[in-house]
């Protein structure tokens, strides 16, 4: 059984997807081991706590990058996981942090990557008139938006859309491909050639 880190700062919609494709055993083979959180009162602690799941608030305000991400690695290593899911975590973390999970942190990012990496992506989408937005799941590298691309879902952007009926559309795809790409990283039958993730032929 893989256990599963998950790393929110809010509400943690994408997090209670995973436990939600667990529970319906459409993600096989996982567990979710420990939720953390930097932001105290994240609804997606209480939601991990009406689980009955391990979770803990590591709070980052007023604490150095590299002596929060040492705790959180720590804590990480204690509940002996074995892949990190970024699921709504606001915070860039660092190079020590990525090293301590080599290819072993993902990520899910409201964009077709490498456009619009960062904040504000929906608005991004919008602001270019983009066509076709939709979600990344990544591994997560020293740079932002940056790892090797697991896989993507699309959306069609309409011209009546705002950046609120974008997301929204973004959201339910994001819903549906990160447990999909958790479950392909962790049937391991993959190669990272150069930056492309490539599945192994059965």
């Known amino acids: 059984m893989h256990r599963l880190g998950i790393l929110l700062s809010g509400r943690g919609s994408n997090f209670l997807a995973i436990a939600k494709a667990i529970h319906e055993r459409r993600l096989l083979g996982a567990e979710i081991a420990v939720v953390l959180s930097n932001v105290e009162d994240a609804p997606g602690l209480a939601a991990a706590r009406e689980l009955n799941l391990p979770a803990f608030a590591i709070p980052s305000a007023g604490h150095k990058r590299a002596e929060h991400d040492a705790e959180m690695i720590a804590r990480l290593h204690q509940h002996k ?3 990190v899911c970024l699921a709504g975590y606001m915070r860039i973390i660092s190079p020590v942090f990525v090293q301590a999970f080599p290819n072993r ?18 608005g991004q989408a919008l602001k270019y008139g983009a066509r ?12 932002v938006d940056h790892g090797v691309i697991i896989l993507q879902k699309t959306v069609p952007v309409h011209d009546d859309d705002t950046e609120a009926t974008l997301s929204a559309r973004i959201l339910e795809q994001e819903h549906r491909a990160y447990p999909e790409a958790i479950s392909t990283v962790l049937s391991g039958e993959y190669v990272i050639e150069d930056r492309r993730y490539v599945r192994r032929k059965s």
Do not use: R
């Open 81 to 83: 996981v074995d892949l």
């Open 132 to 143: 076709v937005a939709g979600c990344t799941v990544h591994f997560v590298d020293e740079a």
């Open 105 to 122: 942190i993902l990520n899910v990012h409201p964009s077709l990557l490498p456009a619009f990496p960062g904040l504000d992506a929906q």
